[in-house]
């Protein structure tokens, strides 16, 4: 990124600030295939306590820890349930398919979360044995696709308690779960105690350059050691990146709501602007617009980017802006201005 760029198409482009570069240079590391690396099994006690579940374990990517979720909480033929929007379904290059056989059932929520009645309908009765098992439910919290969207507790407790009469699993896709925890003042047990399991990314708000965490059970970690061994994610000594992770949740949880402040200014901003037709409620750091009909999706990035200014566009004429821990108050001012004078 060069000094004029301001970057705003993800939260994964954060580089690590110069005090969590040092910290990961300090690490103790020993060979994490040996379950021998101190600073991995911190981060691993560490988060599982933070949320009140037994285990957890280190990951490359939230997708690896998503699809180990998976493979735990299923078998080949069976079926997942997922909202249309879901990252699992769209983003994860058909894994569930591949590496669990598994189908998805796609429920049709709104932005990415679906009601505990809609549940209910699509699960399949096992004794029609023609149709495929459900087995398992997914959610994600953040909504990704959604625009950053926070679901309702409430709801979520409902959901469970579909699974729990039904014998389905229940995964959260948490990789911008700390997001919703800051937005909604929520605490890390209220989804401990709700999930079967949940996956955590290191790498988007909370702003470390690698890494994802899959919480579970005991019984679940040692059978997820496996997965992630089998799936080609088993790592040596990782705990340098695994320190990213500790200063992360040390230091870069509870100033995610200056992103979200953030978003809400830019978001008024485009709103203000007669180029934007609609912008979608804003509640984290995620801000997806859409120009009126006569604007040219395509003219607005190119003004964008001949200001420096990088964002991209969702497809059906959405545009997509995320902000994060590298945009400053400074750079915000810029982009206002931007969008201002457009
Ligand atoms: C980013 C993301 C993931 C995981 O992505 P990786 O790039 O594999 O770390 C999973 N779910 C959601 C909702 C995400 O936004």
Redesign the pocket.
């Known amino acids: 990124m060069t000094n004029k760029e301001i970057n705003l198409i993800s939260d ?1 482009i954060t580089r690590p600030t110069p005090e969590m570069l040092n910290f990961m240079m300090k690490a103790k590391v020993g060979d994490d295939v040996f379950n021998s690396d101190p600073t991995v099994l911190e981060l691993q006690t560490k988060i599982a306590k933070l949320f009140g579940m037994e285990a957890a374990l280190f990951f490359p ?6 699809q180990t979720a998976i493979k735990l909480h299923t078998q080949p033929a069976e079926q997942l349930i997922c909202d249309k929007w ?3 379904y769209n ?2 290059s058909g894994g569930a398919s591949f590496h669990s056989g598994v189908s998805c059932k796609l429920i049709d929520g709104h932005r990415g979360m679906f009601k505990a009645e809609q549940l209910s309908e699509v699960i399949h009765d096992p004794k029609q044995y023609y149709l495929p098992l459900s087995s398992l439910v997914v959610v ?1 919290n ?4 959604g625009g950053g969207a926070c679901w309702d507790y409430h709801e979520l407790e409902k959901i469970q308690q579909v699974c729990r009469a039904n014998g389905l699993s229940y995964h959260l ?1 948490g ?2 779960l700390f997001n919703a925890l800051v937005a909604k003042n929520e605490k890390p047990e209220q989804y401990g105690k709700l999930f079967d399991s949940i ?1 955590i ?1 290191l ?2 708000g909370l702003g470390a350059p690698i890494g ?1 965490l899959l919480l579970s059970s005991e019984k679940n970690i040692y059978n997820a050691i496996r997965v992630r061994k089998l799936f080609g994610g088993g790592m040596r000594q990782v705990g340098y990146l695994a320190a990213a992770g500790i200063y992360a949740l040390d230091h870069h949880v509870e100033r995610l709501q200056e992103d979200h402040d953030r978003a809400k200014l830019l978001g008024k901003a485009l709103l203000a602007s007669d180029w934007v037709e609609k912008v979608e409620p804003i509640e984290t750091n995620i801000i997806i617009f859409k120009l009126h009909k006569n604007r040219d999706e395509q003219s607005f990035m190119k003004v964008m980017e001949k200001e420096h200014i990088k964002l991209i566009s969702m497809g059906e004429g959405k545009l997509r802006i995320v902000t994060h821990l590298d945009f400053t108050d400074q750079m915000l001012s810029k982009v206002i201005e931007v969008i201002e004078k457009i």
């Not at 990517?61 to 998503?66: E, I, V």
């Open positions: 994964t990517s939230g997708t690896m820890a998503n879901s990252h699992v983003y994860e994600e953040t909504t990704n696709k896709d990789a911008r996956s990314c790498s988007k994802s």
